[in-house]
């Protein structure tokens, strides 16, 4: 089994910058494409960024130019950098990833449980 855990998220006011990590552990072989997600109250996920293998990103509009996706492959972690954050921003945020299991044959979605990102205005 893989377990993903996010952590960085917390509470700050409108402008402010917080930077979100991923670690993906257990019986890794390989990890293909990387992204983050977000929930709001009310609201259905929405995906937010994604990171290939190869490091091509693609970010969802209303954060394109604010966000930053990045990834450590050594570290099997992945990264969210999030810049000039809004009240909008407000949601619980989602890792996900596309994992080759040892002995497996194929890949598998996992997730992580969440982190709560409060932005005050």
């Known amino acids: 089994q893989v377990q993903l855990v996010e952590s960085g998220g917390g509470l700050v006011h409108s402008g402010g910058s917080l930077r979100l990590s991923c670690l993906a552990s257990?019986?890794?072989?390989?990890?293909?494409?990387m992204g983050w997600y977000r929930q709001a109250p009310g609201k259905q996920r929405e995906l937010v960024a994604l990171i290939s293998t190869g490091g091509s990103a693609d970010y969802a509009d209303s954060v394109k130019g604010r966000f930053s996706i990045s990834r450590d492959d050594a570290k099997n972690m992945v990264y969210l950098q999030m810049n000039n954050l809004e009240p909008e921003d407000t949601a619980a945020y989602y890792c996900?990833?596309?994992?080759?299991?040892?002995?497996?044959?194929?890949?598998?979605?996992?997730w992580g449980q969440g982190t709560q990102v409060t932005v005050s205005s």
């Open positions: 996900a990833a596309y994992v080759y299991e040892s002995g497996g044959a194929y890949s598998s979605l996992y």
């Open positions: 257990g019986d890794i072989f390989s990890i293909d494409d």
